[in-house]
């Protein structure tokens, strides 16, 4: 068996990049003031790669009055193309005593001249340590894996990353990472995450200190979602600021402006005001606010709006949207926004749903009423569809049911098959939860005066007159794993009211 001696050929070739002796060829690193000559033997580096084999071939090199072949790589930096000569001379890399912006350089740099060995090596470096060079430079990081398709695994990985820590990188400069994000496809959901972090904390966005720069049409993305949680006067504070910051030559306040600089200013804002909820803003702030600039409004709409000002229980006709998180109210020691959500979408069959379009409206809460079905049917019936919620003593665990009917009627059974029962066992965790759709319409919903809710045949969810003891017994619903005998502490009833 033959002995082989790599460090001897490793320390040779490290000595003749030291020296460079004998060189042949010279390659002009980086742009100017940072343009450093670099002595290199073509023989070496076309043996290690196809593209130095045809950069100094016949065909394509340039020689010097000296003879030597001249390559010219200006995009690449001097430090750069130090680090990769050395891997081609020695296959050494040392990635330890290299900041994140140089070794991402490298590993465009290996790609544009096809060293795949080398390409290999970075990105497994680069993903292993994937989360501290987005934190260091995610857009420069992001450009890199998107603009090439040999990183497949690096930027499967990068986009992960991205997406779990969003709120990490937002903070560092969210400005110019949306207006980046929002320029390419390939960060859809990127751009969505980014989206409901920024509306889940729109401090992130509204308080930093590039705010007046953002694009209008990312201003429009936000301004539009309904997970905004802003209050509506804030919006249009800020709104009205970022329009100002747009004609900084035009007076400070606008009964002062032209003709001319009010048209501009109009058109500037125009698309943008459409999308303010002026309905979910109070009379007195709408007074002190949005008033004097009330030209900037369409006449039907300041019409509208004192119209359901002046008239109690008056729905918009005009420039009507549902209300924002931040304007939704629920009246529950139960439940909160993100539960309505949920029990929103099972109600209409959706998956996901991320809109208000229910008022709950709270009719009876057993803590307050008391447990009596005869109070319960004073209050909940005639009142249409209802969620029932009620919280197991002694656990986290809440149960209940939807009725999309009524409560009225005595002894009767009502058919529907929009119905359904639930278990949430963390409402601080959505993933917890169990739905259990009607399987008997004909049983789905019993009505009766001696006793309160109750959900199909087999007393599916039932709440005795007077009593804390509830039962749940698989019947007419599919199973929602709940206790089949529990104790509730408390259980609320809303009426279920479509904005």
Known sequence: MATTYFNDVTDDFKRLYETKEDYDAIII???KPNVKELQVHSFILRTRSSYFRSAFSSKWAERNNNGHLILKKPNISALVFEIILKYLYCGIVDFQNQNNETILELLFAADELGIQRLIDSVQEFVIKNCYKFLQSNPIKMLDIVICNSSFNELKKISLETFNKNCRDFLRQDPIKLLHFINRHEA??????????????????????????????????????????????????????KWGFAKYPTFPSDIKEFTSNQFKRFEKTLHELIQLVRFHQINGEEFMLEVWPFRHLLPDDLIEDIFRCYLVSHAVPHYHA????????????????????????????KISEFEEFRYKF??????????????????????????????????????????NPLDWNGNNVWKNTKDSFIFSLSDPNNLQSAKLGRVTNSNQAVHCGNSYGPLFGNGHD??????????????????????????????YEVFQVVKN
């Open 29 to 31: 690193a980086g742009e």
């Open 361 to 402: 409206n709270l009719l009876f809460r057993s803590s307050r009423d008391g447990l009596s079905s005869q109070t319960f049917h004073q209050k909940c019936d005639n009142k249409g569809a209802t969620i029932v919620i009620a919280k197991i003593s002694n656990s986290n665990m809440l149960v209940g049911g939807y």
């Open 187 to 240: 960060f859809n959901e990127i751009k969505k995450v980014s989206l409901k972090i920024i509306c889940e904390n729109p401090e992130l966005l509204f308080n930093s200190d590039k705010f007046l720069s953002l694009e209008k049409d990312i201003l429009a993305l936000i301004f539009e979602r309904d997970d905004l949680d802003m209050k509506e006067i804030e919006i249009w504070k800020q709104l009205i």
């Open 321 to 348: 949207f549902p209300a924002r998180w931040c304007n939704f109210k629920v009246d529950s020691v139960l439940i909160n926004k993100k539960i309505v959500l949920l029990l929103t979408g099972w109600i209409d």
């Open 461 to 490: 969810l039932y709440a005795p007159n007077n009593s804390d003891s509830w039962s749940h017994n698989v019947s007419s619903y599919s199973d929602i794993g709940s206790p089949s005998l529990f104790t509730i502490s408390d």
